[in-house]
């Protein structure tokens, strides 16, 4: 099923909830929500997972946060763990996750469950949640644009794209997932911001000596940022 139709059902349910508290069907819906609101991530983790398992990293570390805050909400004692244990988790996810074997970029993957989009355009504005997106960009003059991934995984292929004489920015945010750039070999790169919990790993050959300049601002919460050629 579908990370979208998924969503929508679940957006239903709540709906209805709601509605039949309203209407007395049932009692104190709200205060069940606020219980039992983080099966939602549970669900929408394990339906990713179900999608996605020759590469599953992502997808359990979802479907673990939940659980997790699941346990928070109906064990009292055990909300003062949430934080350090799902920190502990994040970090130990990135850490191996980057230790890992590359193979190949997940662009050229074969058999994997992502969405596909190509582009030429100079900008790119691209949003991921719960899912997977490949897109490739093939710009005469590649400008930049916003890379927002929460709970998923996001490839973006620059590698037949052309970077503008007067270089790009690129704003990169990503909450519990991964982010993979390619980027050809004679783009000079320069990264900036912030990480809590995550990573950020430059492997690119990092061009310099008058060439354009790609400048990454990225925003990382237990979550990964790879670039390479």
Request: a positive charge; one cysteine or more; aromatic letters at 8%.
């Amino acid at each position: 099923m579908s990370g979208r139709v998924l969503l929508g059902l679940l957006l239903i349910v709540v709906g209805a909830g709601y509605l039949l508290d309203t209407l007395g069907v049932i009692a104190d819906f709200p205060a069940a929500l606020r219980v039992w609101w983080p099966l939602i991530i549970v669900v929408l983790g394990l339906n990713w997972l179900a999608k996605n398992v020759r590469h599953p990293w992502w997808p359990l570390l979802v479907t673990v946060i939940g659980v997790l805050l699941l346990l928070s909400r109906l064990l009292p004692d055990f909300a003062r763990y949430f934080w350090p244990i799902a920190g502990a988790a994040a970090l130990v996810a990135v850490g191996v996750r980057l230790l890992l074997p590359r193979g190949r970029p997940a662009a050229t993957r074969r058999g994997a469950a992502a969405a596909r989009k190509e582009s030429g355009e100079a900008s790119v504005r691209y949003a991921v949640t719960f899912g997977a997106l490949e897109a490739r960009n093939t710009a005469a003059a590649f400008r930049g644009g916003d890379l927002d991934v929460g709970f998923g995984a996001l490839t973006l292929d620059l590698r037949d794209a052309t970077l503008a004489p007067e270089g790009a920015v690129l704003n990169v945010r990503a909450l519990f997932g991964g982010v993979e750039i390619l980027l050809p070999c004679d783009w000079a790169i320069a990264v900036h911001g912030h990480t809590t919990l995550g990573a950020v790993e430059n492997s690119t050959a990092n061009a310099t000596s008058g060439a354009p300049m790609l400048t990454i601002n990225a925003a990382v919460t237990m979550a990964a940022i790879e670039l390479k050629n």
